[in-house]
T-cell receptor, first 113, second 112 residues
Framework: EAQVTQNPRYLITVTGKKLTVTCSQNMNHEYMSWYRQDPGLGLRQIYYSMNVEVTDKGDVPEGYKVSRKEKRNFPLILESPSPNQTSLYFC????????????FGPGTRLTVT | DAKTTQPTSMDCAEGRAANLPCNHSTISGNEYVYWYRQIHSQGPQYIIHGLKNNETNEMASLIITEDRKSSTLILPHATLRDTAVYYCIDLAGGTSYGKLTFGQGTILTVHP
């Protein structure tokens, strides 16, 4: 089954404790993205990657890092989480041949206290 | 990306057609109209897209006006599982590096 998986699905952590949210897709997609969703603000792109070792900032990259060492994986790293990073996070992927259909993961609900 | 406007919320009776409008009056000639939906806190799901012509797939139909300034997503026989937030998005095909700019969308509630 074609899918994007994220782990963990729920995470409660404390300020300053480094964490990584993993994202993996099994569709051999070139493009991958991370979004965060907050009430009243919609979905905002954090980082995106056009292929292995090619990443770039989205609209709200501050406080986040990403890496793309393998085509299927695109982890999101919070080196020093802060309460304003409490949010619902989505990973997404799409094929370079298809600009319209993005596949989203199930989401990771992060709470930073 | 050009801006789209949608009604905040709509209701629909189960089994009836749900018609969701979207205004995209500043859309450019090469910008497609995309529709996604998000069922409560799940990842958004692609529904349909179009450029000029009306489109239909197994999920919905998309009617685009001749001047391309507005469109309507039609769910022909709405079910309770279609209750979701529906997003209308416009962007140029292949140039956005995968970034989708979601607005507030329309909350569609399907009633029994």
């Amino acid at each position: 089954e074609a899918q994007v998986t994220q782990n963990p699905r729920y995470l409660i952590t404390v300020t300053g404790k480094k964490l990584t949210v993993t994202c993996s897709q099994n569709m051999n997609h070139e493009y991958m993205s991370w979004y965060r969703q907050d009430p009243g603000l919609g979905l905002r792109q954090i980082y995106y990657s056009m292929n292995v070792e090619v990443t770039d900032k989205g609209d709200v990259p501050e406080g986040y890092k990403v890496s793309r060492k393998e085509k299927r994986n695109f982890p999101l790293i919070l080196e020093s989480p802060s309460p304003n990073q409490t949010s619902l996070y989505f990973c997404a992927s799409r094929s370079a041949a298809s600009s319209y259909e993005q596949y989203f993961g199930p989401g990771t609900r992060l709470t930073v206290t | 990306d050009a801006k789209t406007t949608q009604p905040t919320s709509m209701d629909c009776a189960e089994g009836r057609a749900a018609n969701l409008p979207c205004n995209h009056s500043t859309i450019s000639g090469n910008e497609y109209v995309y529709w996604y939906r998000q069922i409560h806190s799940q990842g958004p799901q692609y529904i349909i897209h179009g450029l000029k012509n009306n489109e239909t797939n197994e999920m919905a139909s998309l009617i685009i006006t001749e001047d391309r300034k507005s469109s309507t997503l039609i769910l022909p026989h709405a079910t309770l599982r279609d209750t979701a937030v529906y997003y209308c998005i416009d962007l140029a095909g292949g140039t956005s590096y995968g970034k989708l700019t979601f607005g507030q969308g329309t909350i569609l509630t399907v009633h029994p």
